[in-house]
């Protein structure tokens, strides 16, 4: 007997509303013996906490402190078994702590760390702190408070927000990029890097902000003006310490093949790298010099009217002729101080500029000779730095070219008789090469072939394959970040000290590793972190520091740091051996937890993170630090948690929720559960506090069974609903899919509450079930149930298939191949049973009871239908 069910019709509908997915083919469940701590509970809870009150302040409390005094997340490598990696984005401490969206990432892959315990997998579970970065460091300019205490304040609060949450980390691994025993590593792969030739010095024009003494990236400036402040910007060339990832394009985009990556991550990846095939092909100038430039439309060359070249091109100075210095000169001043993004704007909102530089180029095939021009629309960092122009098939060029009134010629058309109509737009498609002399009438793919023989035949270009992705600019003018381990000779007269400002000559063109042995190398303390107007940084006032004399020799450190990407790069493989002062990592751990499982981040700033750490871990494999070609075999994003404005939370919103002020109101469970039953993992949701209440009530139906639990048989609709629930929740976690599995164990629970006597075998599945998602529940409950140790690693449940099978089936029935009713049927009736209880039916009865039958076709478990 039963007792009220309007909970469960609810739930039912809300299940329904959520679109559970159906059933699936049984999935391989491993099952073990639980594993406990060998010893009970100190300090059990009060008679009034452990029976029909939860306590979640109380409960969470005690329950966090057992499993930090028992070690109970300790990870550890048993013979024969297999491992599961799950690791988070490391997380920026910033001042302002977690608000409620950041838990939702680290929750799901917690609820798979401890899920995966309990299959019998040793898991290792970590986190840490990437906390170099340029807000503690902004925070000191303001504030005179050094970085590194800041950063050490701020960690410290978040650590207390995620342990409150009931995280199953291993502690023991805790690291921070600022760590000395961290970063010295860092520094080492870094000098791997230089001693492979990948790390090199070169001159890169940068945005530089004389104002705020910085380099800017190009979306932080605007017309030539900071975003920051509107000062005003220049391009500069600036020595900068540059990693060579573009040697490494190839097997970037190959490794990206058998990866359980989201598709948008995986096609950002491969934009990113931008593989192209083409064709190089090399313009005359003047009396010796040529002008190269990359297509991937060479089947267009015949439609070239003009060249361009890139203001800071090399070859502008030299090919000017003196009638158009002055406006060339005038020209690349006002360019200089454009950004990237601005000058790269496509459309009418962004008016083409250009001078032309008074040289002409050979066409390679057909010796004609086309202006150049210089132009701030093509890039000195993109390709060649120079363009053939085709005004008729590119929309670039055809908007320069109405600009300049500067000739456009088709050479491309939809169909061969299209070969004389004006264009009044670039035509960008595929067709067929029209006004192309011999390559007239070819379809575009043939076309480019044959133009790509004629050229390499003339000696002139060839086919070749290039990248959208440049080398990595990996320095920084900044003081909060590792010290990039390099030193260089000092030129100065004998007797005198470059730190008292004795005239000298850094050697930049002569760097010198710093000994691994003398890592790592330390920031010095200073007091003033502004970036000053040298555009060396700030670490160049540190005198004392940058200068020192070996062996009766001056030398001086460099004073770029690294980007803040450096840290995160490898953070992954530290955690495998964390107290390893002797290597980064060992072969043993490294063949023990490497590759990481699952990797749990945003998306937002996933694509250059996961394209930096690939091309380390690749650098690394390829020296044989790792026998793993990949680092993260399976990605997932979670989504975006909005306030309940529907906005992205922000301070200047006022629609931040703290999750320290859910968990002081509701538990930290029920903040668990809300974000995990808010919806699908992936996707977008709005925060709703008034929400939070359906889950709370969902835990404490979950303990007050515990408290109720009995021996008692379980009648077969309990029997089978549980061994359903088991399946369905099992598939679940295996997807992720966890909104629809907790709406799964709401309905079990509900059943369960409307029983008189509530079977503790039951209970105690639900409870292992609830506990990855409610790990404080699951742990009060299993210890109310009798218990005594830990469920961390007791056993996954299992489910017979044959219970998770209804015997009976609803059928439509049909007359005439109309629906007249419904009826309930064992799987197993036979043709007469079925005939028997249609008929039975008033609504078929009424259409066909009085005629007679000519036909009964009847398919088990899925349709009557009566022919009369």
């Known amino acids: 007997m039963r007792r009220g069910s309007l909970g469960l019709a609810f739930v039912l509908r809300m299940w329904a509303v959520r679109g559970l997915a159906p059933l699936v083919p049984k999935a391989q469940i491993l099952r073990r013996t639980g594993q406990g701590l060998g010893s009970a509970i100190a300090g059990a809870a009060d008679a009034s906490t452990s029976s029909r009150s939860y306590e979640h302040s109380q409960i969470e409390a005690k329950w966090q402190k057992y499993w930090e005094d028992n070690k109970t997340f300790k990870a550890v490598r048993r013979p024969g078994k297999e491992k599961k990696f ?81 995280f199953s980390f291993d502690w023991e691994r805790e690291l921070a990029t600022t760590d000395e025993d961290y970063f010295k590593w860092t520094q080492w792969i870094f000098l791997q890097l230089f001693k492979s030739g990948l790390a090199a010095q070169s001159e890169v024009l940068v945005n530089w902000c004389p104002k705020l003494g910085t380099v800017l990236a190009n979306e932080e400036v605007i017309d030539g003006l900071s975003e920051r402040g509107d000062h005003p910007v220049v391009r500069i060339p600036l020595r900068q310490w540059v990693l060579k990832i573009t040697q490494y394009a190839d097997e970037l985009e190959a490794g990206l093949e058998g990866l359980e990556w989201p598709e948008g991550t995986m096609t950002a990846q491969k934009s990113w790298i931008g593989r192209s095939e083409g064709t190089e ?136 008789d299209e070969a004389d109509r004006t264009l009044e737009e670039a035509f960008t498609g595929m067709g067929v090469a029209v006004n192309s002399g011999d390559f007239d009438g070819l379809k575009t793919a043939k076309c480019k072939k044959a133009v790509t023989k004629a050229i390499t035949d003339k000696g002139a270009g060839s086919a070749k394959v290039t990248y959208k992705l440049r080398d990595w600019v990996f320095s920084r003018q900044r003081y909060w970040g590792e010290p990039i381990p390099i030193y260089f000779p000092v030129d100065c007269a004998p007797g005198s000290d470059p730190r008292k400002g004795d005239e000298h000559t850094i050697l930049f063109d002569q760097p010198i590793a710093v000994s691994e042995a003398d890592l790592p190398l330390k920031l010095p303390d200073m007091d003033n972190y502004e970036p000053g107007d040298d555009p060396q940084g700030c670490l160049a006032r540190a005198v004392d520091w940058r200068f020192f004399e070996k062996d009766g020799k001056w030398f001086a450190r460099e004073t770029n740091t690294m980007p803040q990407w450096a840290g995160s790069c490898w953070y992954y493989l530290r955690f495998a051996d964390p107290k390893n002062s002797e290597q980064a990592w060992s072969a043993e751990a490294d063949e023990s937890w490497l590759p990481v499982d699952l990797y ?23 020296l044989g630090f790792t026998k793993h070609p990949e680092p993260f075999r399976k990605l997932v994003h979670q989504g975006m948690i909005l306030g309940s ?72 609709e309990t029997l089978k609903l549980l061994h359903k629930t088991m399946k369905k929740v099992t598939q679940d976690m295996d997807a992720m899919s966890f909104n629809t599995g907790i709406a799964a164990l709401m309905v079990l629970t509900n059943h369960l509450a409307g029983l008189d006597k509530v079977p503790t075998e039951a209970v105690e599945k639900l409870v292992l079930m609830v506990s990855p998602m409610a790990p404080h529940l699951g742990e009060e409950c299993w210890e109310l149930l009798g218990h005594g140790e830990t469920l961390a690693y007791e056993g996954w449940v299992d489910f017979d298939e044959a219970l998770c099978v209804d015997d009976v089936v609803k059928l439509g029935v049909q007359v005439n191949g109309k629906v007249r009713g419904e009826v309930e049927l064992s799987k197993t009736a036979d043709q007469d049973d079925a005939r028997e209880a249609a008929l039975a039916i008033p609504g078929v009865a009424k259409f066909a009871g009085d005629k007679p039958i000519k036909k009964l076709i009847y398919v088990p478990g899925r349709i009557i239908n009566i022919i009369v």
């Open 86 to 166: 799950v690791l988070d984005m490391f997380p920026y401490p910033s001042g302002s702590g977690l608000h409620v969206g950041h838990p939702e990432g680290y929750t799901a892959s917690d609820i798979m760390a401890r899920y995966w315990r309990m299959k019998d997998f040793d898991v290792l579970h970590p986190m840490g702190w990437d906390a170099f970065g340029l807000p503690a460091e902004q925070y000191a300019i303001q504030t005179g408070t050094p970085p590194a205490s800041t950063t050490k304040g701020n960690i410290e609060t978040f650590k207390r927000q995620l342990k409150s949450l009931g």
């Open 645 to 716: 404005d529907g906005e992205k939370m922000s301070k200047s919103r006022g629609n931040v929720v703290n999750p320290d002020d859910v968990t002081s109101e509701y538990g930290a469970d029920a903040l668990r559960l809300y974000e995990m039953f808010m919806g699908p993992l992936e996707a977008t949701k709005p925060w709703q506090m008034n929400q939070v209440t359906g889950v709370v009530r969902f835990r404490n139906k979950v303990h007050a069974l515990a408290t109720r639990a009995e021996e008692a048989e379980m009648d077969s």
């Open 281 to 416: 092909i090399s313009f005359g100038v003047g009396s010796g010099d040529e002008i190269k430039v990359f297509t991937t439309r060479p089947d267009t060359i015949m439609g070239v009217t003009y060249v361009v070249l890139a203001p800071e091109h090399p070859l502008v100075s030299s090919i000017v002729t003196e009638e158009n210095r002055q406006a060339v000169d005038a020209y690349l001043e006002v360019t200089a101080g454009k950004s990237d993004l601005d000058r790269t704007a496509v459309g009418t909102s962004k008016a083409k500029t250009g001078v032309p530089t008074g040289a002409v180029a050979r066409h390679p095939l057909t010796g004609e000779e086309v202006p150049v021009w210089v132009a701030d629309y093509v890039l000195g960092s993109y390709g060649t730095g120079a363009v053939m122009a085709v005004p008729g098939h590119d929309e670039r060029d055809f908007a320069f070219a109405q600009a300049m009134d500067l000739p456009v010629k088709r050479v491309v058309a939809a169909k061969a």
């Open 600 to 622: 749990v981040g945003g998306q937002e700033h996933a694509v250059l993170h996961l394209l930096y750490a690939r091309f380390w871990h690749k650098v690394l494999f390829t």
